[in-house]
């Protein structure tokens, strides 16, 4: 008898995410065509962070691993956000747009 | 007391992992036995070590001088691009976690096996995969973009061979994040009884952290080169700003691994000489909870730090500001190495065996890379040094004094596990101390160079540099000695060195309790430990009275 018992997920729910994904890589074909100014990039992460997630969820299983599998998972994508964030600290504060923040702050001083 | 040891009267084990599979080459080629893997990779990784050293070889004569010797500008460009791809993907990264790594963690954990021997067997292939599309680069025009791929000279500008090196490295990466999984998987999961995390080896914790970093890292530097062999391909705009793109990004995203990939090559050295000097100092580890901790730490803090290879490049002054402070930061850990190891020393009966020799080594050209590691980290010194010959010193002690010391000790002192023979004392003594005499006349003349201006990748130099540039070739000459003394050495032993018996040193470890070489399945019967790491007060089985000198198994050589 093996240690633990794989979790059977029916073909529906497999298939299901399945659409899903089409779904969304469709709307992200849509979106691509289209102008949303500044949201471009948030409408595109947005599709392909929920597309990921469902494939960590179900695909992989992540939704019934144990606590330990999820707690990788965990762990990977606080790595994730360690490089988003020290990356951004760069852009963020880059010098054309941290002057644009200091003279603003002077103008509203004076 | 009785401080001598018993005479060691060895007889080979009849039927060891060398022997017992068969010596047919199918056995070798589908092995799953974790020690027969890190032979398979001992000889890939020097084939590449070679392969890389004859490049650095010719750089060295390219510069005697000033305006070069050997070869046009353009192949000079491909000569310092093919070393450091050669040299740091395909024989620092694997060297010490896929040979020792591979044939001891099972071993010093009482295992049979690592938790996935066939995935082990398929790292070694993708390596293999790996290293042929980056042979076909270097022998179908070569690259010259250097080993950092900085975008858009390779997505755009390049006329050398960039796409077959990127996937190379692309695929290579997939079997250094096997080999991390295989080594956390096994760690966690099939110690022997007894074995507590606080009792592992030091060499253990190295690896675990290593293997942290190979996961957590690997994935994002394979992506990044995909992404630039995709911008070259396909004209996808990644990089390329007059398509959208930002080559700065590549660079973060590429010293993301590439920085910690840095304390992938020394994090196993320093396990290995953490296991070195307790053995010939005779004495326990000084603070063993700290130096694995330190791995940890070292582990997550080189995470933390890339953006100092960026100071230059106009990234935000407040982010280099952020870069400077946390890459401090990072020599914490390795200064609680240091002083730990030194510590250890302190009152020790110290034996200078050549594993010591390259132990001492190591601890001292790992503090003048740590030391002048921090120089680069500070923003001001490093806009004078940026780009220059200090910056390659620096990292040579790091990667060579320290990695490589780190692997040839390691080679040594385990020596006579992996093949049963001891090698020939008097010549791994002269090997260490031309091996690091050599070293430091090929790399410390680089750090005045740098420091004077001269730049790095380079064909020429001013008339000015040319005493310093002889002098470095000087030692790369003494240095290439250094390393084929042993590699002949260890070779002959194999055959002819005197049998070594299981434990020659003596040392604590749980490999030292089983065969030399090992079984098949490593040990007789599963141990099970009930003794705290490095206890050499307290192992009267060792057949050495507390603080007894050392015998060597060669002293009646």
């Known amino acids: 008898m093996p240690e633990h018992s794989e979790h059977v997920v029916s073909p529906k729910i497999y298939l299901s995410i399945f659409l899903a994904l089409i779904l969304g890589t469709g709307l992200t074909t849509w979106a691509a065509f289209r102008n949303f100014g500044p949201f471009n990039i948030v409408i595109a992460l947005a599709i392909a962070t929920a597309k990921a997630t469902l494939v960590v969820l179900f695909f992989m299983h992540a939704r019934y691993g144990e606590r330990r599998t999820r707690l990788v998972i965990v762990c990977a994508l606080f790595w994730l956000a360690i490089m988003l964030a020290l990356t951004l600290s760069d852009y963020q504060t880059r010098q054309p747009r941290m002057s644009r923040l200091l003279s603003r702050a002077a103008h509203y001083a004076a | 007391m009785n401080n001598t040891p018993p005479t060691p009267s060895y007889e080979p084990p009849r039927d060891h992992y060398l022997i017992s599979a068969g010596g047919h080459i199918r056995s070798w080629l589908l092995t799953t036995d974790h020690k027969r893997i890190a032979l398979l ?65 099972p071993m010093m954990i009482g295992a049979k096996d690592l938790a996935f021997p066939k995935i082990n067997l398929l790292s070694w292939y993708i390596y293999l995969i790996g290293g042929s599309f980056v ?31 990127v996937l190379g490295i692309f695929i290579n990466g997939f079997s250094s994040i096997l080999t991390g999984l295989n080594f956390i998987v096994t760690i966690h999961t099939m110690r022997a009884p007894g074995m507590t995390w606080f009792r592992l080896p ?122 400077s402070f ?78 490589v010391m780190g692997y ?25 101390i031309v091996l690091f005499l050599g070293f430091n006349l090929t790399f410390f003349p680089q750090f005045i160079l740098g420091y004077l201006g001269m730049p790095r990748r ?46 020659p040193w003596p040392a604590t470890g749980l490999e030292w309790k089983t065969d030399s070489p090992p079984p098949t399945e490593n040990f007789h019967v599963t141990p099970v430990v009930d003794w705290e790491p490095y206890d050499y007060r307290n192992r009267p089985d060792l057949g050495l009275a507390a603080g007894a000198p050392l015998a060597p198994a060669h002293s009646d050589d």
Not at chain 2, 94 to 104: C, E, W
Not at chain 2, 330 to 345: D, R
Not at chain 2, 373 to 389: E, K, V
């Open chain 2, 41 to 105: 990779y001992l000889i890939s990784v020097t084939v590449f070590f070679f392969i890389g050293g004859v490049f650095a070889t010719m750089i060295r004569i390219h510069l005697l001088t000033p305006d070069g010797v050997l070869v046009t500008p353009e192949t000079y460009n491909k000569l310092f691009t093919m070393h450091g791809v050669a040299m740091i993907f395909f024989f620092l990264i694997p060297s010490i976690p896929a040979v020792l790594g591979n044939f001891l963690i």
């Open chain 2, 135 to 165: 042979l076909y680069s270097f022998s179908t025009g070569g690259l010259d973009t250097g080993w950092t791929f900085y975008t858009p000279l390779s997505s755009i500008y390049s006329n050398s061979a960039v796409t077959p090196a």
């Open chain 2, 202 to 323: 030091l060499f253990v914790w190295s690896h675990y952290a290593t293997s942290l970093v190979m996961i957590l890292g690997t994935p994002v530097v394979a992506i990044t080169l995909l992404l630039a062999g995709l911008e070259r391909m396909f004209h996808l705009g990644f990089f390329n700003p007059a398509m959208g793109g930002d080559p700065i990004l590549f660079q973060h995203l590429f010293w993301f691994y590439s920085h910690p990939a840095v304390y992938i090559m020394v994090l196993p050295a320093m396990g290995v000489v953490s296991e070195i000097i307790p053995t010939f100092a005779r004495k326990p580890i000084f603070g063993y909870s700290f130096i694995a901790a330190s791995s940890i730490a070292i582990a997550v803090i080189g995470f933390l730090v890339w953006a100092h290879h960026m100071f230059v490049t106009g990234e935000s002054t407040y982010a280099a500001l952020t870069f």
């Open chain 2, 326 to 403: 946390l890459s401090y930061l990072v020599a914490i850990p390795s200064a609680v190495k240091v002083f730990n190891w030194t510590a250890t020393l302190y009152k020790g009966s110290i034996s200078w065996d050549a594993p010591m020799l390259y132990a001492l080594g190591f601890i001292g050209l790992f503090t003048i890379g740590g030391l002048t590691g921090l120089f680069l980290a500070c923003l001001g010194l490093d806009i004078h040094i940026h780009d220059t010959y200090f910056v390659i010193a620096h990292f040579h002690y790091i990667m060579v004094g320290g990695a």
């Open chain 2, 408 to 432: 040839v000790g390691g080679l040594h002192y385990w020596w006579p596990k992996i093949t049963g023979r001891l090698y020939p004392e008097a010549l791994s003594h002269f090997a260490a």
């Open chain 2, 458 to 503: 380079y064909h020429s130099y001013p008339p000015e540099f040319q005493v310093l540039n002889v002098l470095s070739t000087a030692g790369a000459s003494i240095l290439a000695l250094g390393y084929l003394l042993p590699m002949a050495y260890l070779s002959w032993s194999m055959r002819y060195g005197k049998v070594a018996g299981p434990n």
